[in-house]
């Protein structure tokens, strides 16, 4: 079943009409980086090689010519599991984690602010708390939110960034609902519709819950995330909905993991879930994108811990 499953251009399974063509291979496979996207290109910025070394360069990925730019090292140190987010044109970037866990000194708080149509780059106000190791952030009005970061331990911390006077905000969100952990690691999520969601996760085991961070101050229960629960999974948001995809099903220190190759769409008006693809293998710390109606998912790594240089896209 599995090798009926390879393809070298494109694949249909399962029977949903969405067909996962594959794009070309990125010079520089990584894992555990992030990524955005600007003016219809999409960057791909730090994480770590096939012998484990962290990175700082950062790629272009140019959809219209199916082609990858080295735009070469950035101002920012090497490290792995960044954050970033997009408000016109501009891209707010940093956090992460480089050195050992002992050290709190690993766990990056500088914040930078990018412009990719000049190459700029200007430092702005470091994040409030060392919680910076895979941090989710969301895009909001003149503003971003971050948090659910990790450093020695999890934490549920978010704060909000007010752009216009370059300041962090520390916010309180309700998070005692049923269901819901109370902090976790390993998460993802995305802005769509101007409504922020996160969910899955580790935390004792991986996770499958799905929550809306509801006007800046608190986290409303949505439907959980349907099948295995995950970790280290991506999410990237289209106009109308959001897809998650893949990541790595782990039960307890007692049990083994399984990386998933699952992609699901998320629709935020009905609070629900469909299957719409798998991929030709499983994948986890990758990263995803969207432009228009075309979602990316590729590099991070395969079932055998090896690093994928394979990037993957389907039409919604």
Not at 268 to 294: C, Y
Request: with cysteine; net charge negative.
């Amino acid at each position: 079943m599995f090798v009926a499953m390879l393809f070298s251009a494109c694949t249909k399974e399962p029977d949903t009409g969405v067909v996962l063509h594959e794009c070309a291979a990125m010079p520089s496979p990584r894992a555990s980086s992030t990524c955005f996207v600007v003016d219809g290109q999409a960057y791909v910025f730090a994480g770590r090689d096939a012998e484990g070394h962290s990175l700082n360069d950062l790629w272009r990925y140019t959809p219209a010519t199916d082609e990858w730019t080295n735009l070469g090292e950035t101002p920012l140190s090497i490290r792995v599991n960044p954050t970033s987010c997009v408000v016109n044109d501009k891209v707010y970037i940093g956090l992460g984690f480089s050195g050992t866990y002992s050290q709190d000194s690993s766990y990056l708080q500088d914040w930078w602010e990018y412009t990719p149509a000049t190459q700029e780059w200007r430092q702005l106000a470091d994040y409030p708390n060392s919680y910076t190791d895979r941090a989710t952030s969301f895009v909001g009005s003149g503003e971003l939110y971050v948090g659910f970061g990790f450093c020695w331990n999890y934490r549920r911390d978010f704060f909000r960034y007010d752009i216009a006077s370059d300041r962090w905000d520390s916010i309180d969100v309700n998070v005692s609902f049923h269901g819901y952990p109370t902090r976790s690691f390993g998460g993802t999520g995305c802005t769509c519709q101007g409504r922020h969601f996160m969910g899955t996760g580790y935390y004792g085991e991986s996770l499958n819950w799905w929550g809306e961070l509801v006007e800046g101050t608190h986290w409303e229960k949505r439907a959980a995330v349907p099948g295995r629960t995950r970790t280290i999974a991506a999410t990237a948001a289209t106009k109308d909905y959001i897809y998650l995809s893949a990541g790595m099903h782990y039960g307890g220190v007692n049990t083994t993991g399984e990386v998933l190759r699952d992609i699901r769409r998320y629709d935020p008006q009905t609070d629900s879930w469909s299957l719409v693809a798998l991929l030709p293998e499983g994948m986890m710390n990758h990263v995803s994108f969207a432009i228009g109606k075309r979602v990316f998912i590729g590099l991070g790594e395969t079932e055998e811990w090896q690093l994928s240089d394979k990037l993957y896209y389907f039409e919604e």
